[in-house]
């Protein structure tokens, strides 16, 4: 079982960054490949960013691509989103996700990929 916690959300103006974190407990973040979810009002959760598990590949949603990043601190058995220039529809619940998958099988967008997900933490980008 691995347990996540997210944490960094906040109320923030549009043009303006956040970073949240994600940190694991009972196991290894450097076992897993790592993403971002988020979940808008009304809407279905939607991919925002992920890393591989060997750390080599990253993936972005597209209209986030430029403006966030994802990394790894394996030593704190932590990851992070780091999100600059927020827009008011990045307002979301924010998820991180892991699932114990091996690069060549990996598929980062679908949800059912993960096998553990943290509670979320609320993002609100005011315009």
């Known amino acids: 079982q691995m347990v996540l916690n997210e944490s960094g959300g906040q109320l923030v103006q549009a043009g303006g960054s956040l970073r949240l974190s994600c940190l694991a407990s009972?196991?290894?973040?450097?076992?897993?490949?790592m993403a971002w979810f988020r979940q808008a009002p009304g809407k279905e959760r939607e991919f925002v960013a992920a890393?591989?598990?060997?750390?080599?590949?990253?993936y972005y949603l597209d209209s986030v691509k430029g403006r966030f990043a994802i990394s790894r601190d394996n030593a704190k058995n932590a990851f992070y989103l780091q999100m600059n220039s927020l827009r008011p529809d990045d307002t979301a619940v924010y998820y991180c996700a892991a699932a114990g998958v091996i690069d060549h099988l990996y598929d980062p967008y679908a949800t059912d990929e993960y096998d553990f997900w943290g509670p979320g933490t609320q993002v609100t980008v005011s315009s």
């Open positions: 890393v591989s598990w060997s750390g080599s590949s990253t």
């Open positions: 009972e196991r290894s973040v450097s076992e897993y490949a």
